[in-house]
């Protein structure tokens, strides 16, 4: 069975600031990993994913992501965050039976 | 696209009741439904997968007794929560995949068991 690990559980910054949120894994074979995003009041987002290929992953609303697999390390990042950012941030990894399983979160709060 | 929706979105009942929570995939036909369980504060814990016409698949330490899923059809499946208990109390969410190991999740059901 897969874990995740979020390393972050709460990170509070400045509007601008960049944004780095890791991210680690453990399993054995060949993974799918996923960053959500849960607004406030909201359901679970896809921000970004990764299969295949380019380990360096562009997702919606800026925010991108590396897969790094001789760490176990898939980090989400953004260069400069808004207010509208606060969010509860997933990252998740699913193995072959396309289970998920989801890291503990980080709550990312974003003054303006 | 993508849409899922849980109904209802929040329930609250007498401990000893039994609660269904529907899940819907609104604009597309989901292969296989997931149902998680989210705590205060936590991250979302599988209970459950269910595939149309089959029987769910049980996460260990998740009651099949106690939260019988069925999977009538491609659109729809629902969660039902036996004989519900206030440690019951929870957050409910389902996701609807297509079976290209990407879910679409619902907005969740608050479930309080007084």
């Known amino acids: 069975a897969q874990s995740v690990s979020q390393h972050n559980h709460h990170v509070i910054l400045s509007e601008a600031a960049s944004l780095e949120l890791g991210c680690n894994y453990s399993?054995?074979?060949?993974?799918?990993l996923f960053w959500y995003v849960q607004y406030p009041g909201q359901h679970l987002q896809l921000l970004l994913k990764?299969?295949?290929?380019?380990?360096l992953v562009k997702g919606i609303k800026g925010f991108e992501a590396e897969f790094i697999k001789s760490k176990f390390s898939f980090n989400l990042r953004k260069p400069s965050v808004q207010w509208s950012d606060t969010a509860e941030y997933f990252c998740?990894?699913?193995?072959?039976?396309?289970?998920?399983?989801f890291g503990a979160g980080t709550t990312v709060t974003v003054r303006a | 696209g993508a849409v899922v929706s849980q109904h209802p979105s929040r329930v609250i009942c007498k401990s000893g009741t039994s609660v269904k929570i529907e899940c819907r995939s609104l604009?597309?036909?989901?292969?296989?439904m997931f149902w998680y369980r989210q705590f205060p504060k936590q991250s979302l814990m599988l209970m459950a997968t269910?595939?149309?016409?089959?029987?769910?698949?049980?996460e260990q330490g998740v009651e099949k007794d106690k939260f019988l899923i069925n999977h009538a059809s491609l659109t729809l499946s629902t969660l039902t929560v036996t004989s519900a208990h206030p440690e019951d109390s929870s957050f409910y969410i389902c996701?609807?995949?297509?079976?290209?190991?990407?879910?679409?999740f619902g907005p969740g059901t608050r479930l309080t068991v007084l």
């Open positions: 996701s609807g995949s297509l079976g290209n190991n990407e879910q679409f």
């Open positions: 399993y054995g074979g060949t993974v799918n």
């Open positions: 998740a990894v699913a193995g072959g039976d396309y289970k998920l399983s």
């Open positions: 269910s595939n149309e016409g089959s029987k769910a698949t049980y």
């Open positions: 990764y299969f295949s290929g380019d380990p």
């Open positions: 604009d597309f036909q989901a292969t296989t």
